[in-house]
């Protein structure tokens, strides 16, 4: 978990990130309202037409969530006696929209961004739309930091396969070769590179995905991180003289190992799955 922070109307908003997404704290948008943050939030969720949004909000995102605790809940709302706090709202539903976490500054109640803009719309329309306007801002910058991030490492990709042609010159190409040959044997050598890890060659994708540009420029950041590293190891096996099938085999065994670990690596699985790679 991790705290992000908004500046709505000089009021801090925490953000707390999740698998499910981002989590908005409903206590520090309730003080907008009264500084009895949690009796604020004990009256919004006590009404029918909070209780039926949240209920179908959990239906639609969690196959555990109590649907019969649910129906119960729904026929006493409204009622003036009836009183719903978060944490009986958890522990009755196993709702997953809902987050009550303990702890003197980063502690509160949290929502799903679906439910907290709701309740944001309850307190004020006007801070509801302030709100959002500021959430956007901040996943604009974390796609603008994914950008920056996947253009690093394809840049560094470029750079390490600048070493990899040069290896081929001073090793695999004749000196009296022409042109066309020389361009022959280099796209050859990025083959062996494109075969390892993407399993075919450039020409081969480009017939499968006509108009979709380069192989090598849909990659994911795994497959970048990857192919920066065959770039380096390829053109160090071809100073030692080891034959291209021997060379295939072994960076494609390589690339295997190396994206099975990339690949369970959870800070950069969510950067993947965030960014919306260049096609």
Do not use: C
């Not at 026929?75 to 719903?84: A, I, Q």
């Not at 540009?213 to 190891?233: H, K, M, Y």
């Amino acid at each position: 978990m991790k705290n992000q922070k908004l500046i709505v109307n000089d009021q801090e908003i925490s953000v707390l990130k999740q698998e499910q997404g981002e989590f908005i704290s409903l206590t520090d948008i309730a003080r907008q309202k009264n500084a009895a943050t949690g009796l604020v939030i004990s009256h919004w969720l006590r009404t029918r037409f909070t209780v039926e949004f949240i209920g179908l909000w959990e239906q639609l995102h969690n196959p555990n969530f109590n649907l019969t605790e649910f129906g119960n809940i729904k026929n006493e709302t409204g009622s003036n006696s009836y009183v719903l706090t978060v944490k009986q709202w958890i522990q009755k539903t196993n709702s997953i929209g809902l987050i009550s976490k303990p702890g003197r500054y980063n502690g509160g109640t949290f929502a799903h961004k679906d439910i907290a803009f709701e309740f944001a719309s309850w307190i004020s329309p006007s801070f509801k739309l302030y709100l959002i306007k500021e959430f956007q801002r901040l996943k604009d910058e974390e796609n603008n930091r994914l950008q920056l991030d996947w253009d690093l490492r394809r840049s560094l990709a470029k750079i390490n396969y600048t070493i990899h042609t040069d290896a081929v010159k001073e090793n695999l190409v004749p000196k009296e070769l022409d042109p066309i040959a020389i361009g022959k044997i280099y796209a050859e050598e990025a083959d062996i590179l494109n075969l390892a890890l993407f399993g075919m060659t450039a020409r081969e994708w480009a017939k499968m995905n006509p108009d979709r540009g380069n192989l090598r420029d849909t990659a994911t950041l795994e497959q970048l991180v990857v192919l920066s590293n065959l770039e380096s190891i390829n053109a160090m096996l071809i100073g030692r003289g080891r034959p291209a099938v021997e060379r295939a085999i072994e960076l494609n065994r390589i690339a295997i190992i190396q994206m099975k670990s990339l690949v369970t690596n959870q800070s950069l699985q969510k950067a993947s799955l965030l960014s919306d790679q260049p096609k």
